[in-house]
């Protein structure tokens, strides 16, 4: 199943084998497909049929979905399909820039913990202490302190991941560093960017790359919990939570308003949720032969 | 035995101690003053400068730790802006309806994922497994306040059968309480059913490799008590941790599900407080949902021994 990557000629053709190897999984295929239409919506969202998703129609109040609106009017008659193609911007927005702070900030820090001894004991207490805190508490908490906005959403997301990424690439570091042909090369006097490029590195990438993914669906949840308990992105900016929070009222006579954008969502999650099992199982190679 | 506990119960103590840190030093490290976000919105000078003084605020940093964690410890955990009243009291006040809903939901939770995860173990790579593990990955997608909407359109506005929010307490019947309780714990519990039935599952798969369970088999021993007695007593470990690490979403969750349910719990507190900007509320709600956090993984660390002889304390 796993084609040895040693024997792979060029980086070029490694890639490509990869590239193969992970269009194999259906989980990859299924849920990509879908994130790459939630993607393009996202981008061209001003373009795909909508209208302005902040204009006010009195007469669509409330109007259930019909060939002309296809997914109603809100309560105070904005277009719910308009708005709901729009929310896939913040969505997208907070999930890939929480995914990638956090790989950033927990990289840096797992490293760091994974070879300076005396960082390692502090700084992983305060790792347990996050890990601690239940993540939408702790970004509640953050929020009610700076304001509800989209930079603000992200760090408080960001930084109740950081301490499983940072937990993840220690213990890469630290079972690496145990291996005989690491330890040949401390040895021989290898330069330490050397190793983490050559050694440390390509170990961590597999891991760090399936869980930036369940990141990835982790944060655009809890963006969605927060802005539908009143703690996300402020309502001049349509998101999947924030639109859902405003049908609340009104759910039992209008349940378009809260159907639709959460459809999206969820869509959104499970795409990201497959690409992650996917991914998982490319890499490990304890699965194959399972599924 | 009671060394071991002893010796976990002090290991608790660290880990309490940096959330307590952390929560402090969030309203000290934010951006603002923590005197006029402590005294609130409508608070006039001469108030804030008043309760700058009672919280030693001139005072350094390490003072208004001091002051401030010995206070926690006689369980003073502030004053509400909103009520003018300790925080401790409002969230007793409110602890009945969430600590229902936090255990049905995880009832709920084991009842549907065991089977579950068993039955995909047992069946890998069959339909089963495949029906079960499609049903985990969508519960893991389904976000919390979605899934309870849908419930509610179901079960409670086209079908009739239950109804749509509200809490009874326990109190005043069973089945009222069970009626209200049925859908939020539905709701609550289905992402932590689907966490806990992939770990069975490849919990189970690692125990059903095992040359004992052939022999189990090979000397006539039904399959029921050869999957519950022999492969899911040894799978234990690793389920009964995750469902400790999964209590992280019950307590995210609920502060959604009680929104969505109208249940007047700690989780509709923390929300009201987000709207009235009662940061003293919401920094009372984290210390203590961490506290029962950490708890509740205490808990599942001691409880290894029983699953388990060989782990001896």
């Known amino acids: 199943m796993s084609a040895p990557a040693a024997l792979a000629p060029s980086i070029g053709r490694r890639a490509t084998s990869l590239g193969r190897q992970l269009l194999r999984h259906p989980g990859i295929v299924v849920g990509g497909t879908m994130l790459l239409v939630v993607v393009f919506f996202a981008v061209f969202a001003d373009l795909l049929w909508t209208?302005?998703?902040l204009r006010i129609q009195p007469r669509a109040r409330l109007r259930p979905p019909s060939e002309a609106s296809w997914f109603g009017g809100d309560m105070i008659g904005r277009d719910v399909y308009s708005r709901t193609v729009h929310g896939a911007r913040v969505s997208l927005t907070v999930g890939l820039a929480v995914a990638a702070i956090s790989i950033a900030g927990g990289l840096v820090i797992g490293l760091l913990a994974g070879f300076v001894r005396l960082f390692d004991s502090i700084a992983m207490r305060v790792m347990d202490g996050l890990m601690s805190i239940p993540?939408?508490?702790?970004?509640?908490?953050?929020?009610?302190?700076?304001?509800?906005?989209?930079?603000?959403?992200?760090?408080?997301?960001?930084?109740?991941?950081?301490?499983?990424?940072?937990?993840?690439?220690?213990?890469?570091?630290?079972?690496?560093?145990?291996?005989?042909?690491?330890?040949?090369?401390?040895?021989?006097?290898?330069?330490?960017?050397?190793?983490?490029?050559?050694?440390?590195?390509?170990?961590?990438?597999?891991?760090?790359?399936?869980?930036?993914?369940?990141?990835?669906?982790?944060?655009?949840?809890?963006?969605?919990?927060?802005?539908?308990?009143?703690?996300?992105?402020?309502?001049?900016?349509?998101?999947?939570g924030n639109?859902?929070?405003?049908?609340?009222?009104?759910?039992?006579?209008?349940?378009?308003?809260?159907?639709?954008?959460?459809?999206?969502?969820?869509?959104?999650?499970l795409a990201v949720n497959l690409i992650g099992d996917g991914l998982r199982d490319a890499f490990d190679p304890h699965f194959v032969g399972r599924t | 035995?009671?060394?071991?506990?002893?010796?976990?119960?002090?290991?608790?103590?660290?880990?309490?101690?940096?959330?307590?840190?952390?929560?402090?030093?969030?309203?000290?490290?934010?951006?603002?003053?923590?005197?006029?976000?402590?005294?609130?919105?409508?608070?006039?000078?001469?108030?804030?400068?008043?309760?700058?003084?009672?919280?030693?605020?001139?005072?350094?940093?390490?003072?208004?730790?001091g002051l401030w964690f010995m206070g926690l410890m006689r369980g003073d955990l502030g004053q509400s802006i909103f009520f003018g009243r300790p925080v401790l009291d409002l969230i007793l006040q409110r602890t009945e309806p969430t600590v229902a809903l936090t255990i049905c939901a995880l009832l709920f939770a084991v009842t549907l994922a065991l089977p579950l995860g068993i039955v995909a173990a047992w069946r890998a790579g069959r339909i089963a497994d495949r029906l079960a593990m499609g049903f985990a990955v969508l519960g893991f997608s389904l976000p919390v306040f979605v899934l309870g909407y849908l419930l509610i359109l179901f079960f409670?506005?086209?079908?009739?059968?239950?109804?749509?929010?509200?809490?009874?307490?326990?109190?005043?019947?069973?089945?009222?309480?069970?009626?209200?309780?049925?859908?939020?714990?539905?709701?609550?519990?289905?992402?932590?059913?689907?966490?806990?039935?992939?770990?069975?599952?490849?919990?189970?798969?690692?125990?059903?490799?095992?040359?004992?369970?052939?022999?189990?088999?090979a000397k006539g021993l039904g399959l029921m008590p050869t999957l519950l007695r022999h492969a899911l007593k040894n799978a234990a470990v690793p389920i009964v941790t995750v469902i400790g690490i999964g209590f992280a979403l019950l307590i995210s969750g609920v502060v959604v599900s009680e929104t969505v349910f109208n249940i007047p719990g700690i989780g509709r507190l923390t929300v009201d407080a987000i709207l009235r900007r009662d940061y003293p509320v919401i920094q009372g709600v984290v210390l203590v949902f961490s506290a029962v956090y950490v708890l509740v993984n205490l808990i599942v660390d001691l409880s290894y021994g029983l699953f388990d002889p060989r782990i001896r304390y």
């Open chain 1, 135 to 240: 993540s939408i508490l702790l970004a509640v908490a953050l929020i009610a302190l700076t304001g509800a906005s989209m930079g603000n959403v992200i760090t408080a997301i960001t930084i109740s991941e950081i301490p499983r990424v940072a937990r993840l690439t220690r213990s890469v570091v630290l079972s690496i560093k145990e291996r005989p042909y690491v330890e040949a090369a401390i040895a021989v006097g290898t330069r330490f960017h050397h190793l983490l490029l050559r050694h440390v590195l390509p170990n961590a990438a597999a891991p760090l790359l399936v869980q930036g993914s369940y990141i990835f669906a982790s944060a655009v949840l809890v963006e969605a919990a927060l802005s539908f308990i009143g703690a996300g992105t402020p309502p001049s900016s349509p998101s999947w």
């Open chain 2, 156 to 217: 409670a506005t086209y079908l009739r059968w239950l109804p749509v929010q509200g809490y009874t307490p326990i109190a005043e019947g069973l089945g009222p309480f069970l009626r209200h309780m049925a859908l939020p714990a539905m709701t609550l519990g289905l992402v932590y059913a689907a966490l806990i039935a992939r770990i069975t599952r490849a919990a189970m798969l690692e125990v059903l490799g095992q040359d004992y369970m052939r022999t189990a088999r």
């Open chain 1, 51 to 53: 209208v302005d998703p």
């Open chain 2, 1 to 65: 035995m009671l060394f071991y506990v002893l010796r976990r119960l002090l290991a608790t103590i660290p880990v309490m101690l940096v959330v307590a840190i952390i929560v402090f030093s969030l309203l000290y490290l934010s951006p603002g003053d923590p005197a006029t976000i402590l005294a609130g919105e409508q608070a006039t000078l001469e108030e804030i400068d008043e309760l700058r003084k009672r919280l030693g605020l001139e005072e350094p940093f390490l003072t208004r730790f």
């Open chain 1, 243 to 269: 639109i859902i929070a405003e049908g609340r009222a009104v759910f039992q006579i209008a349940p378009h308003i809260v159907i639709f954008p959460g459809i999206a969502l969820a869509m959104t999650v």
